[in-house]
T-cell receptor, first 111, second 114 residues
Framework: KQEVTQIPAALSVPEGENLVLNCSFTDSAIYNLQWFRQDPGKGLTSLLLIQSSQREQTSGRLNASLDKSSGRSTLYIAASQPGDSATYLCAVLSGNTPLVFGKGTRLSVIA | DTAVSQTPKYLVTQMGNDKSIKCEQNLGHDTMYWYKQDSKKFLKIMFSYNNKELIINETVPNRFSPKSPDKAHLNLHINSLELGDSAVYFC?????????????FGEGSRLTVL
């Protein structure tokens, strides 16, 4: 059974810092991995989708990497801004099982 | 235009009542989902429909009944509401079954059962 863990649960950084969010999964036989952003009281916005054959994906200041063999993904945020404050969720698709979510990392970027 | 829209956004009701949440997507996707986010913010799938057919039902009480009149709509009806049903319910859609494509979420419907 796939399990997804995100560390840390919460993170607070000053504006301008580069930061890394971590996601690990127990079953390395995945189809893809997605990073989402959730703002308070809002839905989930897809940030990056990495297929199992890919090593990384980039969108603007965001870079997500995938290491299937070790069961890990990282989301790198460059030059963080207060507007980046949100909860970041990692979700993994493997086999015929539904997307499995981690519990998220709550990020606060302090101006 | 909102891609995945849910109504109502907030719902407060008494135990034992029956309520429905509606979801519509205008993305032309074949697959739609209902997820439940509990008080600890943990997201878990409830149902998945592909082109109006149920493909995933994840050990959800049969008080919950999804209905898909067409592939752009997936509604969730809940009978005999219980306190533990209080949560945020998210609808999502994907271009392919099993979520192999990107998932797009609605803004959620916060259900409070008193």
């Amino acid at each position: 059974k796939q399990e997804v863990t995100q560390i840390p649960a919460a993170l607070s950084v000053p504006e301008g810092e580069n930061l890394v969010l971590n996601c690990s999964f127990t079953d390395s036989a995945i189809y893809n991995l997605q990073w989402f952003r959730q703002d308070p009281g809002k839905g989930l916005t897809s940030l990056l989708l990495i297929q199992s054959s890919q090593r990384e994906q980039t969108s603007g200041r965001l870079n997500a990497s995938l290491d299937k063999s070790s069961g890990r993904s990282t989301l790198y945020i460059a030059a963080s801004q207060p507007g980046d404050s949100a909860t970041y969720l990692c979700a993994v698709l493997s086999g015929n099982t539904p997307l499995v979510f981690g519990k998220g990392t709550r990020l606060s970027v302090i101006a | 235009d909102t891609a995945v829209s849910q109504t109502p956004k907030y719902l407060v009701t008494q135990m034992g009542n029956d309520k429905s949440i509606k979801c519509e997507q205008n993305l032309g996707h074949d697959t739609m989902y209902w997820y439940k986010q509990d008080s600890k913010k943990f997201l878990k799938i409830m149902f998945s429909y592909n082109n109006k057919e149920l493909i995933i039902n994840e050990t959800v009480p049969n008080r919950f009944s999804p209905k898909s009149p067409d592939k752009a709509h997936l509604n969730l009806h809940i009978n005999s509401l219980e306190l533990g049903d209080s949560a945020v319910y998210f609808c999502a859609s994907s271009p392919r079954p099993g979520g192999t494509g990107e998932l797009f979420f609605g803004e959620g419907s916060r259900l409070t059962v008193l």
